[in-house]
């Protein structure tokens, strides 16, 4: 269950063997069944998510209870609520398991002794808060500029697996449009092939 964190830890910064065997002596295993919230609405976000088998979703309700997801988290991947996990405040945010999920996390306050323990891990989370960052920056700009159909290719593209794994409805909601819309979307691109 570590080894994938490891991997993703060492892919961005150098740590000896002894650091590697103190990093996770840091992170809770947890396992959430589909459906099964890690967060709710309302709630203080007390902790980063790392997945190591299957896939989560962040996203928000409107006054209709019509979802709108803003991030999946497969494999690999990290997710929070940055705003509520950094400031304390309540989360504006669901986040569920789409697919039973495998997941290792860490609370600020462990998070903070990690730092201390293995200061190279703080260049780690900085460099994941930039990534975040940045992928926020372009995804508003695609909102906005983009057509849907080269969001939806860009959506292949960020998540290869994705578009088999969940269903149709949320990849609807990740783009911004409805199910039907998003069906004669793939069929356009489909044709243009």
Known sequence: MFDLL?????SKIQCTPEEESRIVTFFTEKQLRKRQFMLHEGDV????????????RLYALDENEGEH?????????WMTDMYSFLSGE???YNIDAVEDAQLLTIDRVT???????????????????QRNFV????????????????RYINLQKMYPDIIQRVPQRMIASYLGVTPEFLS???SRITHKK
Do not use: H
């Not at 997801?69 to 991947?77: D, L």
């Not at 998070?111 to 808060?129: C, G, H, N, T, W």
């Not at 992928?135 to 080269?150: G, L, N, T």
């Open 69 to 77: 997801i803003i991030q999946f988290a497969p494999e690999n991947w």
């Open 111 to 129: 998070q903070d002794a990690l730092f201390e323990s293995v200061p190279s891990m703080e260049k780690y989370f900085r460099i994941l808060l």
């Open 6 to 10: 490891l991997q993703n830890i060492k």
């Open 184 to 186: 004669k979307t793939r």
């Open 135 to 150: 992928a926020s920056q372009k995804r508003i700009a695609e909102s906005m500029y983009s057509s849907i159909e080269d």
């Open 90 to 92: 309540p989360s504006a």
């Open 45 to 56: 976000c007390k902790c980063t998510i790392f997945v190591t088998r299957g896939c989560l």
